[in-house]
C-alpha cells in the first residue's frame, strides 16, 4: 500500500504568520485566555473548527462566477435544490444562511415549553436553539459512547431503547421529533451505523414520531459505514448516504461542513404543511425561499461541493489524513477517544490532566497551552462549553472533559499535521507543569464563545 496523498493539487496559497511563545503569551492573555477571541492571524494552524473553514475547488470558484443573483426563482437554486434532492431524497429544500439557522427555523415551529427533543448528542447550537424555545434537550447517547477509551465502531449510535423508555415516561405527544446527529460531533465524531438509524426509525414509528438527521457530516459518516458495517463495501457512498435519508422525514445541515464551503446550510423535509410554515418564517429571518440568507453564488458552490464530497478518494484521503493524526498522538501516549472520528481527533483531558478538576477546566488548561507552544489553535469541548451550575452555583460538569482538534477539510497537507503532533507531544511531556483555569466573565448562553479566564 502506497502512502495515501492529498487528491488535490494547490492552485492558491495563503501565508502563514509566524509568532514566538513570548509573543504567543501574550496575546492569550489579552484574549482572555479563551481562543475564541485570539485573531486567526495569530494562529499558526487553526484546528478551532472545520466549519466554513474548507478550500474551495476551482469548479466551486467557478461556481461563484456563474451565481444567478435573481431574487426569485434562481438558476442557483433550482441547482442547489437538484443537488440537495440528489442526495436526500427529501421533497422540500429550503436554504438557509448555515445549520443554525435551519435549526431555529424548525425549532421555534416544532420546540416550545413542556416539549422534548431527543438526540444521539445534541450539538451546542442545536441545544441552545432547542432550549431557547422553552422545550428541553435530551441526549440518548449509547453507553459505549461514553467511554473514550474503549474502541467500537459506532460509537456515535443512539440507545434506541432509552430513547423509547422516555418517549413512554413522557408520551409521544411532547415530543415533536426525534434527531440523529451523523456524524456525532460532540460525542466525538463518531459515527452512527445504518442499522442504528433504522433502529431509531422503527421506535419512531411505533410512536407515530418524524425523524430528522443532523446531516453536516453525512458523507463522512456514510464513508465510515461503507468502511465499517457489513453489507456495504460495494456499495457508493451516495447510495449509502441516499439510504441514511431515507429513514429520515427530514434534515437539517450546515453546508459549512461536508459541502466544502464557506457559508450555508439547509432544512429539508416531507411534510409539507411543515414545509409551508418553515417558509413563511424563512421568509421573515432568512429570505425568499429561493435564496434563504444566500447569494446565488453560494447556492452554486453548494450544489458544486456536495458533488465533491461524495468522490470516494476525497473520504479516503479525509478519513485516513484524521487517522494519521491521531495515531502519531496515541503512539506518544496521549490518551484520545478511540477510534478517531471522522473530522477530527479529540483528546480526552481528564486521562491528560488527572489532577486538574472539571471546576478547574483541564480541557482549556490543554487549548491554552498548545497555543502558547506551538499556536496551535483547538477548542474545548466540556465543562467549558456544556457545564451547568446547580442551585448553588456549584458546576455540574458533563460526562467527558475533551479538547478537539478538528482538521479543516482540504486545508493543511501532511507537514501541518506532523507538526501539530510535535506540539501535541511536547504539551504531553510537560502535562505536569499545567494548570486549571477559573471564568471571570461568561454569558447566559453559549458562554464558551465569549468567557474570559484567569490561570490558576
Ligand atoms: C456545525 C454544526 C451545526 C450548526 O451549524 P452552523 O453552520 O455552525 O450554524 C449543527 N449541528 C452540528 C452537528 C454541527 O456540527
Given at each position: 500500500?502506497?502512502?495515501?496523498i492529498?487528491?488535490?493539487k494547490?492552485?492558491?496559497v ?49 461556481g ?9 426563482g434562481?438558476?442557483?437554486f ?6 440537495v434532492k440528489?442526495?436526500t ?13 435551519a ?9 416550545g ?9 445534541h ?23 461514553k467511554?473514550?477509551e ?5 460509537k ?6 432509552k ?10 405527544r411532547n415530543?415533536p ?11 466525538g ?15 419512531c ?6 425523524l430528522?438527521?443532523d ?10 459505514i ?14 449509502i ?5 431515507s ?5 437539517t ?12 446550510g ?16 424563512l421568509?421573515?429571518?432568512e ?10 453564488r ?13 468522490d ?7 478519513i485516513k489524513?484524521?487517522e494519521?493524526l491521531?495515531n ?17 481527533v ?13 471546576e478547574?477546566?483541564p480541557?482549556?488548561?490543554i487549548?491554552?497551552?498548545?497555543f502558547?507552544?506551538?499556536g496551535?489553535?483547538?477548542v ?30 482540504r486545508?493543511?497537507?501532511?507537514s501541518?499535521?506532523?507538526y ?19 471564568i ?5 448562553m453559549?458562554?464558551h464563545f465569549?468567557?474570559?479566564?484567569e490561570?490558576l
Open positions: 500500500m502506497k502512502t495515501i492529498e487528491p488535490f494547490i492552485k492558491s495563503e501565508p502563514i504568520k509566524f509568532t514566538t511563545p513570548a509573543e504567543r503569551e501574550e496575546i492569550l492573555k489579552k484574549a482572555g485566555y479563551n481562543v475564541f477571541m485570539i485573531p486567526a492571524e495569530d494562529v499558526i494552524i487553526d484546528l478551532l473548527t472545520d466549519s466554513g473553514t474548507s478550500a474551495m475547488s476551482a469548479s466551486q470558484w467557478a461563484i462566477m456563474n451565481g444567478d443573483e435573481a431574487y426569485a434562481s438558476r442557483s433550482f441547482k442547489f435544490e437538484n443537488a440528489k442526495i431524497g427529501h421533497k422540500f429544500i429550503i436554504p438557509t444562511h448555515q445549520g443554525r439557522a435549526e431555529k427555523i424548525l425549532f421555534s415551529i416544532v420546540g415549553k413542556g416539549k422534548y427533543i431527543p438526540n444521539n448528542t450539538f451546542d447550537t442545536t441545544r441552545a436553539n432547542v432550549e431557547f424555545t422553552g422545550a428541553e434537550a435530551v441526549d440518548f447517547l449509547n453507553e459505549i459512547g467511554h473514550p474503549v474502541k467500537a465502531d459506532f456515535g449510535n443512539m440507545d434506541a431503547e430513547l423509547e423508555n422516555f418517549i413512554k415516561k413522557v408520551g409521544a415530543i421529533l426525534v434527531m440523529i446527529t451523523v456524524t456525532n460531533n460532540s460525542g465524531g463518531q459515527p452512527v451505523s445504518m442499522q442504528n438509524i433504522r433502529d431509531v426509525r422503527s421506535v414509528d411505533k410512536y407515530g414520531l418524524p430528522f438527521l446531516a453536516c457530516r453525512f458523507a463522512e459518516n456514510a464513508y465510515f461503507k468502511l465499517r458495517e457489513q453489507g456495504y463495501q460495494n456499495k457508493s457512498v451516495l447510495e448516504a441516499r439510504e441514511m435519508f429513514y429520515a422525514d427530514g434534515a445541515m450546515s453546508a459549512k461542513k461536508d459541502a466544502l464551503v464557506n457559508i450555508g439547509f432544512l429539508s423535509m416531507n411534510d409539507e404543511a411543515l414545509a409551508t410554515k418553515c417558509r413563511n418564517l421568509i421573515v429571518t429570505g425568499f425561499p429561493t435564496y434563504g440568507g444566500l447569494a446565488g453560494d447556492l452554486e458552490a453548494v450544489a458544486q461541493g456536495l458533488e465533491e464530497v461524495l470516494e478518494n476525497y473520504l479516503q484521503y479525509r489524513s484524521v494519521y491521531a502519531k498522538m496515541t503512539s506518544a501516549g496521549i490518551p484520545i477517544i478511540e477510534p478517531p472520528g471522522g473530522h477530527a479529540y483528546i480526552d483531558a481528564k486521562r491528560f490532566l488527572p489532577h486538574i478538576p472539571p478547574e477546566y480541557g482549556q488548561a487549548v491554552c497551552e498548545i502558547r507552544v506551538g496551535v489553535r483547538g474545548e469541548i466540556g465543562s467549558v462549553m456544556f457545564g451547568k451550575y446547580d442551585e448553588n452555583g456549584k458546576l455540574i460538569p458533563p460526562p467527558m472533559e475533551l479538547v478537539r482538534l478538528a482538521i479543516p477539510r486545508v493543511y497537507t501532511q501541518h499535521i506532523d501539530v503532533a510535535e506540539v501535541l507531544i511536547e504539551t504531553y511531556k510537560n502535562r505536569e507543569k499545567l494548570r486549571g483555569f477559573k471571570t466573565y461568561e454569558a447566559p453559549l458562554r465569549t468567557c474570559r479566564f490561570p
